[in-house]
């Protein structure tokens, strides 16, 4: 009898064991979530800002390069 008393309380424990995994695995999967919709929306904060730094950089007026400094001749 004992050994079957000694299953039983394993299976128990299995049976506990089992319902801790389904609870933490739940929870690691609302956590992806939110962490997936997170970097979904810091990407596409992202991709607003380089488009806004991208048209801020064509409205910069393209300018000449300047010449080169020319230095002073010798006797003058």
């Known amino acids: 009898m004992a050994k079957l008393e000694d299953l ?12 801790e995994l389904k609870r933490t695995s739940a929870l690691i999967e ?7 919709a997170e970097r979904d ?7 607003a ?3 806004r730094i991208d048209a801020l950089l064509e409205r910069i ?15 003058a």
């Open 41 to 47: 929306s810091l990407r596409s904060r992202l991709a």
């Open 8 to 19: 039983a309380e394993r299976v128990d424990r299995l049976v506990l064991r089992h319902q």
């Open 30 to 36: 609302q956590q992806l979530a939110a962490v997936t």
């Open 49 to 51: 800002a380089r488009g």
């Open 61 to 75: 007026p393209a300018e000449p390069a300047p010449a080169p400094a020319r230095e002073p001749e010798a006797g």
